[in-house]
Structure formats: structure tokens, C-alpha cells
């Protein structure tokens, strides 16, 4: 089963690269990542969901002080990855998606918010086609129902596309 499943640890490494600091992030996932490797995939779990649980820290904490926010976007969709891959091995299919909506909620939330600085809006628009990538790659897989994917495909698009016309007109007055 694990040959079938994408592996996230070098999108892990590339994150940590672009990360001046050693996070709890980094340690996080690189120890859930050890467990999904061993088969121990309720501890993965929960070393995920505290991976997940630290990228949101630290996205309020770019919203506070406008630091790092080059690396905290990718943050956030490699742990949703590795959080979907965990449960893919299970398999429960439903719980991934669930997983990568929430990643996409709370990426379009901040995107939302009047008071995030502008380069970690624009490192989120940069990388939310990564994040529908990842959805998108899962329709082929037999685990899942190819129209709860479109379904979560399109309300990406209609998120991202309602927040940039929303700055067009900003910038057109």
C-alpha cells in the first residue's frame, strides 16, 4: 500500500528549506511521517493533526507580524498532504477530503482577512494550485467518488476566483 500512495517527505524538506528556523512544524511531521512509514498510522494521526494545529499557529503569527510568510502557506498544504495520505491508508477516503476542504476554508479565511499582510496572501494565491493539484490527483484513485472531488475542485475555483475579482475592484477604485 505505501508504494501507491504519493510520498510528501521531500515537499516536507523543501518546506523546511525555505524556513530560517528549526519549528515544531518541522518535528512534527518528520516524526508523524516516521510513523506512516512504520504502519503506525493512528499515531501518524495524531502527530499530523499537531502538525496542522502548529502551521495555524503559526498563520496567525504571520497575520500579527507579517514574519515568514514565504514558508507558511506550503506549511499548511504539505501537512494537509500527509494528513489525506494518512487516511487514505486507512483507507477513509471521506476524512481526506474533509482534510483538504478545511486546509482550503482556512487558507481562503485568511486570504479574506482585511488585516494579512500582502505577501502572505500573495503566497497563498501562489500556492492553493498546489492544494487543488493534490485534489485533483486523487481522481484516480478507486477510493473516492470522482464527484465529491469536481465538487471540491469547483469550490476552490469559485474561492479563489470571488477573492480575486474582490481585488480587482479594490484596485479599479
Known amino acids: ?7 510528501f517527505e521531500a515537499g516536507t524538506e523543501a518546506v523546511c528549506q525555505n524556513v ?10 518528520k516524526a508523524a511521517n516516521t510513523q506512516f512509514d512504520d504502519g503506525s498510522h493512528n499515531q501518524a494521526q495524531r502527530l499530523y493533526a499537531q502538525a496542522i494545529a502548529e502551521a495555524e499557529t503559526l498563520f496567525t503569527k504571520a497575520l500579527q507580524t507579517g514574519e ?6 506550503p506549511m499548511m498544504i ?12 486507512i483507507p ?5 477530503l474533509s482534510v ?24 497563498i494565491v501562489r500556492n492553493i494550485p498546489q492544494l487543488t493539484c493534490e485534489i485533483a490527483a486523487r481522481k484516480n484513485m478507486n477510493i473516492y ?10 469550490l476552490a475555483k469559485s474561492k479563489v476566483e470571488a477573492f480575486l475579482k474582490q481585488q480587482m475592484s479594490v484596485c479599479a477604485n
Not at 145 to 154: F, T, V, Y
Open 20 to 29: 530560517a528556523f528549526d519549528t515544531r512544524w518541522r518535528r512534527l511531521t
Open 100 to 123: 483538504f476542504h478545511q486546509s482550503l476554508e482556512f487558507l481562503v479565511a485568511v486570504l479574506q482577512n482585511g488585516t494579512a499582510p500582502p505577501p502572505l496572501k500573495a503566497e
Open 68 to 73: 515568514n510568510c514565504r514558508a507558511i502557506p
Open 145 to 154: 467518488d470522482d464527484l465529491l472531488i469536481e465538487a471540491l475542485l469547483r
Open 92 to 96: 477513509a477516503p471521506h476524512s481526506a
Open 1 to 7: 500500500m505505501k508504494g501507491s500512495l504519493p510520498n
Open 78 to 89: 504539505v501537512s494537509a498532504c500527509n494528513m489525506a495520505r494518512n487516511y487514505e491508508a
